[in-house]
C-alpha cells in the first residue's frame, strides 16, 4: 500500500494524473519543483488520507479546487509558485487540522474567508504575492497557535487589527509578522509582552499616528521594518528595550527629533547588536549624536540622509568599522570628512548635498562609482595624488592644487617627450614579440620530453581507457592515473583532429598552467602533444571538485562554515593572482564550482585554463570567437557579445559564493523557469534582509553563532556586489580579498 509518493525535483511535464485518486491509502503527494501544468484535479482532493500536499514551483493554472474540505487530516497544503487563480475556497475551513498553508506567489484574488478562522491549529500562513483584498478578519488574529503570518505585496486595506498586538500575549508562538506592500490605514496595533515576536515589517502601507511604546515590550525582535508610512511624532524611548535589535528601518516617514536629545535619539546606541539603521527621509535635526559610535556592529547599512542633520561629523563615528554602506545625502552637515577615512569595509556611500569641506581621503574616491557621491559640496577638494589619471571623470570635485594650472605645461612637455621616443619602444616590443614567440616554442618542446612518464600515465590507464574516467568538459576529458600509493596524477586529453582551434587551445593552456605558481591555482606537472591530440597532467585532488562536495550524492564532508570560507578565500586569492600578478593579465573566463578542485585539506586550487586568454593589451578586456563560459556562471554583458574581462570572472565567482552559502546550484531545479541563483538570492535578500532564508539548512545550527551569522552574512553581501548587473559596481579580486 502505497503511502508516500515523492516526485519532486523532476522535470515531468503535463498535468497531474486523474489516476492518482486510486491512490487511497496516500498520505504524502509531494509533486515540487517540476514542470507540470494545467489544473488540480478535483479528484486529488478525494484521498481521504491526505496529510501532506506540496504541488509548489510547477505552472498549474485554474483555481483551488473545492474539494479541498474533503481531506480532513490535511496538515500541510503547500501550492505556491504556481499560476494558481480564483478566491481561496470557503471549503478550506473544514481541514481542521491544517498547520501550514502555502499559497503565495499566485494570481488568487478575492478576500480571506471568514472560514479560515476555524483552523484553531494554524502556524504559518503564507499569502503574499497575490491579489487579496479586503480587511483582515478580527477572528483570524486570535488564532494562539499562529508562528508566521506573510500577507505582503496584496491589496489588503483597513486597519490593523489591535488583537494582533494585544492578543500577542496569549499567542505566544508568534514569530514573524510581515504585512508590508498593502493598502493598510490607521495607528499601529499595541503589542503586549511576547517573547518569541522577532520580525516585523510593516513598511510601504498608510500606517499613521505614532510609534507605540508597547512595542518595547517584544524584547526579542531582530527586526523592525515601518519605513514608507506616515507615521509622525517622536520615537518613543522604550524602543530602547529591543536589545536584540538587528535592522530597525524607520525611514521615509515624519519622525521628529527626541525633545530630550536633540536630534536623533541617544538612546539608539543600547542596540548593541544593530547591523543596519534607517532613518532616511524623517524631519530629524541637530547633530548626530557621539553615541552613534557605539553601533559598533553596524555592517549592512547606515542611512540618515534626507532629513536637517547639522554639524561636524563626530569623531566616534569611526569606529564603525565594519560598515558597508553609509548615507548621509541630502542634509546641512558641515566640515571635513576626514574621519570617514577610518570606515575601512565601506563599499558604498553617499555625502551629497551637504555643505562638507576639505579633502576628500583617497580610500572614498577610489570606491566604485563613487563620482556622484560629493554632488553638492562646493568646499569639498581632490588632491591630484590621489585621484591619478581619472581625475577628469569626477571634474566637479575642484583640485585641491591651486597651482594645477601649471598641469597643461608639464603635460605638454610630457607629450612631446613621450613622442620622441616612440619609434624607440616600438622596435622594443617587435623585438620582444619575436623573442617571446621563441621562447613558447622552446617550452612546449621542453614539456615534451618526459616519455617515460607518459608510458607510465598509459599503463595506468589502459592506453586512457574511459573506466579511469573522472571527469569530462567542454575542453577535454580527464583521466585518474594511479602511477603510485602517493603518485596519483589527473590527466587531460585534447582532441584536435582538424580543428586548429583546439589545438591553439592546447597550446594556450600549456603555455599559461607552466608558468604560474600559487598554492590556490592548479600545478602543470608534464604535457605531452600528438598530431592529433594533447595531454597534460597535475596533481590528482583527492576531494574532487567544489561541485562534487556541494552537489555531490555522496559529499564527501558536512563542509563546516569554516571550511566553506576558506574555500571562498582560496578561490579569491587564486583569482586575484591571475588578474594582478601575472604578466600578461589571466581572464579564466570559466570559474564554476567544477573549475575548483578540493585537495586532501579542502584547500582550493582552480583549473581548467584551456579556454583561458592571455591580454597581451593594456586593457582587461579581450575577444573570443563565441560566447565562453557555462550557462548560470555567465555575467549579464557576456550573454550576447564576447568581450571578456576581469568584471566576468568577478560575477562567476560571486555565483560561486553564493553556491557555498546556500548550496543551490548555479541553475537550481528547485527555481522557477528563468531564475538563476543570482536573482533568487538577490529577491529573497530583497524582500526579506534575512540570511537565514537563503543559508544553507545545513549551516543552521552554526549560523546561530552571532560571528559565524555576521561572517556569513558578510560573505553573502560580498557575492551579491561581485554579481551586480553592471560590471562597473562589482568589485576586485583584491578588493574581495580584503572584504573577506
Known sequence: MLEYLNLSLN??????????????????????????????PESLFEIPHLEEVYLNNNSLSGSIPTSIGNITQLVTL??????????????????????????????LHGIIPESLNNLKNLQELYLDYNNLEGELPFEMTELKHLKNISLFNNRFSGVIPQSLGINSRRCTTLTRVRLEGNNFTGPLPDFETNPNLSYMSINNNNISGAIPSSLGNCTNLSRLYLSMNSLSGLVPSELGNLVNLRTLDLSHNHLEENHFSGGIPAFLSEFKRLNEL??????????????????????????????????????????LKSLLKLDLSWNNLTGSIQVLNELTSLSEFNISFNSFEGTVPQQLIMIPNSYSSFLGN?????????????????????????????????????????????????????????????????????????????????????????????????????????LGPDNILAIKKFVFADDEGKSSSMTREILTLG????????????????ENYGLISYRYMPNGSLHDALHGRNPP??????????????????????????????????????????DSEM?????????A????????????????????????????????????????????????????????????????????????????????????????????NYDVMKQVTKVLLMALRCTEKDPRRRPTMRDVIKHL
Request: glycine residues 10%; contains cysteine; charged residues 20%.
Open 603 to 611: 584547500e582550493p586550487h582552480i583549473t581548467d585554463f584551456g579556454i
Open 278 to 319: 534607517r532613518l532616511g527621509g524623517n524631519m530629524f535635526g541637530g547633530n548626530i549624536p557621539k553615541s552613534i559610535g557605539e553601533l559598533v556592529n553596524l555592517m549592512y547599512e547606515l542611512n540618515l540622509s534626507a532629513n536637517g542633520l547639522t554639524g561636524e561629523l563626530p569623531r566616534e563615528i569611526g569606529n
Open 557 to 598: 564532508h558536512s563542509l563546516e562554515w569554516n571550511v566553506r570560507h576558506k574555500i571562498a578565500v582560496g578561490v579569491a586569492h587564486g583569482l586575484a593572482y591571475l588578474h594582478y600578478d601575472c604578466d600578461p593579465v589571466i581572464v579564466h573566463r570559466d570559474i564554476k564550482t567544477s573549475n575548483v578542485l578540493l
Open 78 to 107: 503547500d501550492v505556491n509558485s504556481n499560476q494558481l487563480s480564483g478566491t481561496i475556497p470557503m471549503s478550506i475551513g473544514n481541514c481542521s487540522k491544517l498547520e501550514f498553508l502555502y499559497l503565495e506567489r499566485n494570481q
Open 613 to 704: 586568454k592571455l591580454l597581451d593589451q593594456p586593457s582587461t578586456s579581450t575577444q573570443s570567437a563565441s560566447v565562453t563560459g557555462t550557462p548560470g556562471y555567465i555575467a549579464p554583458e557576456n550573454a550576447y557579445t564576447t568581450t571578456m574581462g576581469k568584471e566576468s570572472d568577478v560575477y562567476s565567482y560571486g555565483v560561486v559564493l553564493l553556491e557555498l552559502i546556500s548550496r543551490k546550484k548555479a541553475l537550481d531545479p528547485s527555481f522557477m523557469e528563468g531564475t538563476d541563483v543570482v536573482n533568487w538570492a538577490r529577491s529573497l535578500w530583497e524582500e526579506m534582509g534575512v540570511v537565514d532564508e537563503i543559508v544553507d539548512s545545513g549551516l543552521a545550527g552554526e549560523i546561530s
Open 515 to 530: 608558468k604560474i605558481r600559487h598554492r590556490n591555482l592548479v600545478k602543470l606537472e608534464g604535457c605531452w602533444l600528438r
Open 11 to 40: 522535470n515531468f511535464s503535463g498535468g497531474i494524473p486523474e489516476s492518482f485518486k486510486n491512490l487511497q491509502n496516500l498520505k504524502l503527494v509531494d509533486l515540487s519543483s517540476n514542470l507540470l501544468n494545467g489544473e488540480i
Open 378 to 482: 562646493p568646499g569639498l577638494c581632490a588632491s591630484f595624488s590621489s585621484d591619478g589619471s581619472n581625475f577628469t571623470e569626477r571634474s566637479y570635485l575642484r583640485p585641491c592644487d591651486t597651482n594645477s594650472k601649471n598641469l597643461g605645461k608639464v603635460a605638454t612637455v610630457m607629450i612631446a617627450l613621450g613622442s620622441s621616443i616612440f619609434f624607440v619602444l616600438l622596435l622594443g616590443l617587435i623585438y620582444i614579440f619575436f623573442i617571446r614567440k621563441i621562447k613558447q616554442e622552446a617550452i612546449i618542446t621542453e614539456k615534451d620530453d618526459s616519455p617515460s612518464l607518459l608510458s607510465k600515465v598509459m599503463e595506468a590507464t589502459e592506453n586512457l581507457n574511459d573506466q579511469y574516467i573522472i571527469g569530462k568538459g567542454a575542453q577535454g576529458v580527464v583521466y585518474k592515473a594511479a
